[in-house]
């Protein structure tokens, strides 16, 4: 693929609201359509999803917003002629009129490139059917396929006559848990759950062959695995102490010194300390900030509960946060009040150099606080807009359908789900626009508004199906390369 758009090949990300110009998206493929009722938990789905709404309805708008942002050459003009277009063909790669982005990337067009080479196509073909155990016909018949054709087989599990060989991997669409840009390094995942494990194996053999990543080839992080962990009875093995996962959603890039690192129910307290050894060695960041929120379902990231809007505006889960403390003081009881998380709860700070000694910090907010001040040196006041409003019951609510995860497109400008009602009124009351996609695409088209002069703007993209997988903007994106901010 040629990589030479304006901002070249450059990975670099040291912010989560300097301006994207490029990063690594899904879009959902047939596999999220074969997901049945009995296997949508298994498979880290609330529900079972209807693809065609879920594409043309509301991931397609995302799709062309971003490439709007990143992209304009792409799309400008060009928004009625593919929304009428019943075949869908500009959103899927491969077909002659896929828009093809340098900015704007689909893993799975980078996949098929890199099985055009004869050597990588055996490899990662013996790796996945090793995974997946099919039997050597089988592996020996795959290596046949076309490339791209191979790659949405890996994808979708499913050939293109609908036949399964092995399970979709319908969590491919949240590119942010596969890994992390950090500065001009990635960190690769290990995922906690086997629904998500063949996804880091092909997340592994893009980084490692794409071209695109040949330059920082060095760079790229992986987490060693715990020693002792094979040597653990199973029931030992599932300890936060031994356990080696760490998934993307619990990594945020906030200042170009500065690391934070969710332990969750899917990142586990050792593997924050290896990944904190690593980078402290590597002198990549300075300083680490550890944040330890309950293992819940409802919490599975870091990024669930709060991600950055604005260099000074950030917005997040009242119930875990100061305010969740502030409210229990007030002696403030309520009959179906969810019960007090907060105690699993704390957030340490390392500094390299000094890793021995932590910093405790007492709450979300004065750590946030601290970043937007101290770290990116905001010079307006910091504020933090809660979701649901911090209105009972809403903020559980709305957070459940991703109101805390919301992507910046620049500093200011936010894309997040349309259904999160008292959040969005939040949002209003600290001055935010609120505008569909749908309507300001139209506006783009019009030249009535532009992505270049667009400030202080929540981006609302329907939801209804997507909200079923749980994830919303921010974990639908890997930024590979941001504007510093
Ligand atoms: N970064 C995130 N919050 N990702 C959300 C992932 C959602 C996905 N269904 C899972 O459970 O794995």
Same mark, same amino acid.
């Given at each position: 693929m040629t990589t030479g758009s304006a901002s070249g090949s450059a990975i670099k990300v040291s912010s989560e609201t300097g301006t994207l110009k490029r990063l690594l998206i899904h879009s959902p493929d047939r596999g999220l359509g074969k997901v049945v009722p009995s296997k949508a938990q298994d498979w880290l789905f609330e529900d079972i999803v209807h693809l065609?709404?879920?594409?043309?309805?509301?991931?397609?708008?995302?799709v062309k917003? @971003? @490439?709007?942002?990143?992209?304009?050459?792409?799309?400008?003009?060009? &928004?009625?002629? #593919?929304?009428?277009?019943?075949?869908?063909?500009?959103?899927?790669?491969?077909?002659?009129?896929?828009?093809?982005?340098?900015? &704007?990337?689909?893993?799975?067009? @980078? +996949?098929?490139? #890199?099985?055009e080479d004869a050597q990588t196509r055996v490899k990662l073909t013996a790796a996945i059917c090793g995974i997946e155990r099919c039997s050597y016909r089988i592996q020996e018949e795959l290596y046949t396929y076309d490339p791209h054709e191979l790659a949405k087989i890996f994808i979708s599990?499913?050939?293109?006559?609908?036949?399964?060989?092995?399970?979709?991997?319908?969590? +491919?669409?949240f590119t942010r848990d596969i890994g992390i840009v950090i500065n001009d390094h990635i960190l690769l995942n290990?995922?906690?759950?086997?629904?998500?494990?063949?996804?880091? #194996?092909?997340?592994?053999?893009?980084?490692?062959?794409?071209?695109l990543f040949e330059h920082i080839r060095e760079n790229l992080i992986e987490i060693?695995?715990?020693?002792?962990?094979?040597? +653990?009875?199973?029931d030992e093995k599932a300890s936060d102490f031994h356990r080696c996962t760490l998934e993307g959603g619990d990594v945020m890039m906030v200042s170009p010194k500065h690391l934070l690192i969710g332990c969750s129910e899917r990142t586990s307290l050792y593997a924050?300390?290896?990944?904190? $050894?690593?980078?402290?060695?590597?002198? #990549?960041v300075e300083k680490i900030s550890i944040i330890k929120i309950p $293992?819940?379902?409802?919490?599975?990231?870091?990024?669930?509960?709060?991600?950055? &809007?604005?260099?000074?505006?950030?917005? +997040?889960?009242?119930?875990?946060?100061?305010?969740?403390?502030?409210? $229990?003081?007030?002696?403030?009881?309520?009959?179906?009040a969810p019960a007090d998380n907060r105690g699993e709860f704390r957030i340490l700070q390392f500094r390299k150099g000094n890793a021995k000694q932590?910093?405790?910090?007492?709450? @979300?907010?004065d750590l946030l606080s601290e970043i937007s001040a101290e770290d990116l040196g905001a010079s307006e006041p910091v504020k933090f807009i809660y979701s649901g409003g911090n209105e009972f019951p809403y903020g559980e609510r709305e957070q459940w359908t991703d109101s805390c995860n919301l992507l910046a497109l620049k500093d200011g400008v936010v894309i997040g789900y349309d259904r999160n009602d008292k959040t969005l009124d939040a949002f209003r009351k600290e001055g935010f626009k609120i505008i569909t996609a749908k309507d300001l695409l139209e506006k783009f088209e019009t030249d009535e508004l532009s992505p270049s002069t667009l400030a202080d703007t929540f981006i609302m993209l329907p939801s209804a199906e997507l909200s079923r997988a749980r994830g919303g903007s921010h974990c639908m994106s890997m930024p590979l390369l941001r504007e510093f901010l």
């Open positions: 065609d709404t879920m594409r043309r309805g509301e991931y397609d708008y995302y917003l @971003l @490439l709007y942002f990143l992209d304009p050459d792409k799309i400008k003009g060009r &928004v009625g002629e #593919i929304d009428n277009d019943p075949s869908r063909s500009f959103f899927i790669p491969g077909s002659e009129n896929y828009f093809a982005s340098d900015c &704007v990337v689909d893993i799975q067009r @980078l +996949l098929g490139e #890199i099985l599990g499913s050939y293109s006559d609908k036949r399964m060989l092995f399970a979709p991997l319908p969590n +491919l669409i290990k995922p906690a759950k086997a629904a998500r494990t063949r996804e880091s #194996i092909l997340a592994q053999f893009v980084f490692f062959y794409h071209p060693p695995e715990n020693e002792r962990h094979f040597l +653990l009875p199973d924050a300390q290896q990944v904190m $050894k690593i980078l402290f060695d590597k002198n #990549i $293992k819940k379902r409802d919490y599975m990231h870091i990024d669930t509960i709060f991600t950055q &809007v604005k260099k000074n505006i950030w917005v +997040l889960l009242g119930s875990l946060a100061r305010l969740g403390d502030e409210a $229990k003081k007030k002696d403030v009881l309520h009959f179906f932590p910093r405790e910090i007492e709450n @979300l907010e």
